[in-house]
């Protein structure tokens, strides 16, 4: 034992005894067989189960979970710090636990989000499987609330954030399903970071394969946060509602440092606390004291947060917030003293909420409340009249009924025959004809409709989908935006159609390169289609799918690449292989590859598209035509440039006669057929085409399109080729600027006209611009495995020409250093065989970049 | 070439690298040397100064110091103080937590008087909540079992702390009647219980694994 406490003087006593307890329990083996040491002990005898990850440095052990051990390490290319999650039994383990490994990482490779620990690399070393995940330095949720000493709205704060990266999880289709505390690390900037999804669900497919709970006491997850239906051990029921539920608890004890019911004692109770007992509310249970805010004043919970910590915590999952995001928003709300919905039934309630965030307003009003009330009273006594009249009314009713279903019948009439638009099933009908009856539609709603919102909103969503068809962007965008308001009123949030009209939008906005606003339409539909119709529903799958795709064009493929799998995978057990969905998810997973480099696989899956969807779609519907475009994109990738312009030049008559001239689509293929002339060496042929390309997609998509950007950045590419450099430098900055404004700064495009526009600087001498934009990729570039070897190398060479260039001007050590360095860099990065591989996006159309730079010869 | 750093030959660096490498005569030297200076910058609020000494949280900190020594990394010159000083910080805080905790009644927290195969799952559900392990497919005897195990392997006072407050459900001045301690050093002796126990049911669920 130690000594007495209460002397601080006595050091070398207090030392003497911690030593003496330490060599105590460290001489008294008393653990059972396999029972290894503590996490010092292994690595003080340097015990891995994996010795080494090619490219990564061991630094230590951090856990040793059930399913794989998690180590510390360095990824010795960028230095920064990672975890690695090796399977645990390596070379040894069985196909199940080798499966759950793999769902883990198929998992965590679609959760790209800041506060999901993110996933960074995958792959087999001497049988053993392992992931590399980001390296989170940090505290659990509460430990780190707790430390901070943070205040209840810190904590609010903090607990939307977490929220926010559940619902993203489960708009994708996984429930963590082990939401806790320690699974939730808070890392040194105070980012919460979700961790640990091994016992996480897919709602693709995979029905949960562990059960929740058995009466021998066997359980999955975590018992104080496990929600009733997770102990009564109906796997059907987990859902998205699950995890809210763990997230009330969370919450609960956050706010009050307590759980909400009993979660000691006999296992029988607990069950029964879980699955019986009613709560009570936090405000009652906080002790004084419990939190206290920044001035030191201890803090005291209201009614608005024991409201929305109870509704999370409603024993039917059907009383709790639907989703996460429902949870985070509402709590937002409460953070802006707005009314909270989890008390939205209570009219009085919303009025004195309203009264107590406009304290000066509702003075100023209070005498038009009272005639309000006074109107109550008026209203009421109106009210008693009209009972009497009810009789005529409900015969009035009929007949309005009768013109409402006679109005639907006009609607559907109306758009059976706008649907007439869409070329997909027009055929080659004339698309000036077309754009007139559209308008004259729009025109005709606007006089004649004003009164039917229901059917307006309807009338105005066909419209603007054919308006989408023939490529009149900004004219379909104002009819779904104004359908979507219709909607939105007329019926509700979570309608059908509501939800059909963000999709709607959500793929408009993507082609119009409104990318987080398509990503945020994409998940609102999602988010209601799962609740609505289920998570596998074909309307679910086709959101789900939209969402893929604006991933990719928002530069994550790896992430679209998970996605569509998914979807991909759902479309053929619940649709068949050759229905036109299952078509569409595999000709976007092989433009995922393509992107990844997985050319091969690209083409293979291709190849059987074009087969299949020329009998199932035919070959003049668009979406076959793309499939096309798209195998003469990855011929042209692969060099085989006679035979993709042959597949470019069909493709392009044929969009022209379908599709029109200006149609995006049909620039799309111009635009490929403009890259394959230029990499066949006819410049001044190529640039009258991407002259013409632009000019077109800046009338039809605008000039802050990225689309627009990649064809300018080709451009300018070709001038500077031709010795232009003052006509080059333009180009590349404008291509620049739009990257700047249109796409996230971790787009590769922008770092592929970065470094364009070093390129061109270097050339004209403007050393420090080129230097400034060089370590602007080079820092893009770093750890990002899109990246591909040719564009690593066309950086090097082009720090070695600055470097060497600049020595030349001005001899001196530090750039004649820098020059050898990156000569050695280039050399080390074997020249490509094939062009670059900033593959083009979907359809994709566009020309692949060229080369930023020449290699010189030696400095 | 000259090095700048400065630190690489002086004898406390070489201190530091053996005790980092298992020499327990080195870490006590380095504790001597360096624990009055951490103990004279802890700051214990008035209201707790009659249920908490500095001498407590250093008791615990020196004995973390010998557990946890095998994973310090040497970054600078003054990297030992300052880890030994996040060790003692740490342990304040729980105390602190603990003490507060105490004035509210919190029944959840606790597990029911007596030991039985429940108490060790109860606990082992309350590890779980603070560690990123999942807990999985759990048996109650195998819990038990597992358990027992862990505390066996534990220094003697957060043993004892663990049994009594954690298993056996006894009143916090029971415990630190028993303990001859102040409830701050119960609390603190109790939470750095709970981290290494965390680490050992880590490790320890190889051993639950292949019996799942």
């Not at chain 1, 000493?149 to 903090?158: G, P």
């Not at chain 1, 004809?433 to 066909?462: C, F, H, K, N, Y």
């Not at chain 2, 003054?78 to 937590?97: G, K, S, V, Y």
Request: charged share 25%; glycine share 8%.
């Amino acid at each position: 034992m130690f000594p007495d406490s209460g002397s601080s003087k006595n050091h070398a006593d207090l030392i003497a005894a911690a030593r003496q307890q330490f060599e105590s329990a460290r001489r008294a083996d008393r653990r059972p067989a396999g029972f290894e040491g503590g996490t010092s002990d292994r690595l003080n005898r340097g015990e891995h189960p994996v010795d080494a990850i090619r490219g990564y440095e061991i630094l230590r052990e951090i856990h040793r979970g059930g399913q794989g051990v998690v180590y510390q390490a360095i990824q010795t290319s960028t230095r920064r710090t990672v975890a690695i999650k090796v399977l645990r039994e390596g070379p040894f383990a069985g196909e199940q636990d080798r499966n759950r490994f793999e769902r883990e990482t198929a998992i965590l490779a679609q959760l790209s989000h800041p506060h999901i620990v993110g996933i960074i690399d995958r792959g087999v070393e001497s049988g053993c499987y392992y992931f590399i995940m980001d390296f989170v330095d940090g505290a659990s949720l509460e430990r780190y609330a707790d430390a901070e000493n943070l205040d209840i709205r810190s904590r609010l704060r903090l607990f939307t954030e977490v929220c926010e990266a559940v619902n993203f999880a489960h708009l994708r289709g996984i429930i963590h399903r082990d939401l806790k505390p320690g699974n939730i690390l808070i890392d040194t900037n105070g980012r919460p970071r979700i961790l640990d999804f091994g016992l996480a669900k897919s709602t693709d497919g995979e029905a949960a394969s562990f059960g929740s709970q058995t009466l021998t006491g066997q359980f999955v997850g975590s018992l104080p946060w496990a929600s009733p239906e997770q102990v009564q051990g109906d796997a059907a029921q987990i859902d998205t509602r699950t995890d809210v539920y763990s997230l009330g608890i969370m919450l609960y004890h956050l706010l009050t440092g307590t759980f909400p019911y009993r979660v000691a004692g006999s296992m029988r109770d607990v069950l029964d606390n879980i699955v019986r007992a009613e709560p009570p509310a936090p405000s009652s249970v906080v002790g004084r004291g419990a939190i206290t805010s920044g001035s030191g004043r201890p803090e005291r919970l209201d009614r608005d947060l024991d409201a929305i910590v109870l509704k999370c915590l409603g024993k039917d999952r059907e009383g709790r917030y639907q989703t996460a995001g429902e949870l985070a928003r509402d709590i937002r709300r409460y953070l802006a003293g707005e009314p909270v919905e989890a008390r939205r039934q209570g009219t009085w309630y919303v009025v004195g909420k309203s009264l107590k965030r406009h304290r000066v307003a509702a003075a100023v009003s209070a005498g038009f409340l009272v005639l309000v009330l006074a109107a109550s009273v008026v209203s009421l006594a109106l009210w008693r009249m009209a009972v009497r009249e009810r009789d005529e009314a409900v015969a009035a009713q009929r007949r309005a009924d009768l013109e409402a279903a006679k109005s639907i019948q006009i609607a559907r009439f109306a758009q059976d025959m706008l649907s007439g638009i869409d070329p997909a099933t027009a055929g080659d009908l004339d698309k000036r004809l077309m754009r007139l009856v559209l308008d004259d539609a729009a025109a005709r709603v606007e006089r004649e409709l004003a009164g039917q919102p229901a059917v307006e909103a309807s009338i105005r969503r066909t419209i603007g989908l054919s308006y989408q068809a023939i490529g009149e962007w900004p004219s379909a965008a104002r009819q779904l935006e104004k359908s979507l308001e219709l909607f939105r009123a007329a019926a509700s949030e979570m309608d059908p159609e509501t939800l059909g009209v963000l999709n709607d939008l959500g793929m408009l906005y993507k082609e119009q390169g409104r990318l987080p606003d398509a990503q945020a339409a994409c998940e609102k539909a999602i988010e209601g289609r799962t609740l609505l119709l289920g998570p596998e529903h074909r309307d679910t799958l086709i959101s789900r799918s939209n969402l893929a795709e604006v991933l990719k064009e928002q530069g994550n493929p790896l992430e679209a690449e998970a996605l569509n799998r998914i979807v991909l995978e759902a479309r053929t057990r619940t649709l068949g292989p050759e229905h036109p969905d299952t078509l569409t998810s595999l000709n976007n997973l092989a433009i995922d590859l393509q992107m990844l480099q997985r050319t091969d696989e690209a083409e293979a899956i291709l190849r059987k598209v074009i087969e299949v969807e020329s009998r199932v779609k035919g070959p003049t519907h668009p979406e076959s035509m793309r499939t096309v475009n798209n195998l003469a994109i990855i011929l042209q990738y692969t060099g085989r440039l006679e035979e993709a312009e042959n597949i470019l030049r069909e493709g392009v008559a044929l969009r022209e006669r379908v599709l029109g001239k200006d149609h995006p689509d049909t620039l799309r293929s111009l635009g490929t057929l403009a890259e394959t002339i230029r990499r066949k060496g006819d410049l001044p042929e190529a640039e009258k085409m991407f002259r013409h390309v632009i000019d077109e997609y800046r009338r039809v998509l605008g000039s802050a399109h990225p689309t627009v950007a990649l064809h300018i950045y080709t451009l300018a590419n070709i001038v500077a080729t031709r010795g232009d450099l003052p006509g080059a430098e333009p180009l590349f900055r404008e291509a620049l600027e739009i990257c700047r404004t249109s796409l996230p700064p971790s787009h590769l495009q922008t770092g592929h006209s970065k470094l364009g526009l070093a390129a061109c600087m270097l050339k004209l001498k403007k050393f420090s611009e080129a230097e400034e934009l060089l370590l602007e990729v080079q820092k893009l570039f770093e750890g990002n495995p899109e990246v591909d070897r040719y564009w690593h190398q066309s950086l090097a060479v082009c720090f070695m020409n600055l470097y060497g260039d600049r020595y030349k001007e001005s001899p001196n050590n530090a750039d004649a250093e820098k020059t050898a360095y990156w000569r050695e860099r280039a050399i080390q990065l074997t020249p490509p065989t094939s062009q670059p591989a900033s593959a083009p996006a979907s359809d994709a159309g566009a020309p692949c970049s060229s080369a930023p730079a020449q290699q010189k010869s030696t400095a | 070439m000259s090095t700048s750093q400065g630190q690489s030959d002086s004898p406390q660096h070489d201190l530091v690298r053996r005790a980092v490498q298992g020499d327990i005569d080195a870490l006590t030297e380095l504790l001597a040397t360096h624990g009055p200076q951490v103990e004279a910058k802890l700051k214990i609020g008035r209201q707790w100064r009659n249920v908490l000494e500095p001498g407590d949280v250093m008791q615990v900190t020196y004995l973390e110091a010998f557990m946890q020594i095998g994973s310090f990394r040497p970054d600078r010159a003054d990297a030992f103080t300052a880890w030994l000083r996040r060790i003692a910080e740490n342990n304040l805080r729980d105390a602190i937590r603990g003490l507060e905790r105490q004035k509210q009644p919190q029944p959840c927290r606790r597990v029911e008087a007596g030991v039985t195969a429940d108490s060790f799952v109860c606990l082992y559900e309350h590890l779980a909540a603070t560690s990123a392990t999942p807990s999985r497919i759990v048996a109650k005897e195998d819990t038990k079992r597992l358990l027992e195990a862990a505390i066996a392997g534990l220094p003697d006072d957060y043993a004892a702390t663990v049994r009594m407050y954690d298993l056996e459900g006894r009143p916090i001045a029971e415990v630190c009647k028993t303990m001859n301690r102040s409830a701050g050093a119960v609390h603190m002796l109790r939470a750095r219980a709970h981290d290494r126990l965390c680490e050992l049911l880590g490790s320890a669920s190889n051993w639950f694994g292949s019996r799942a």
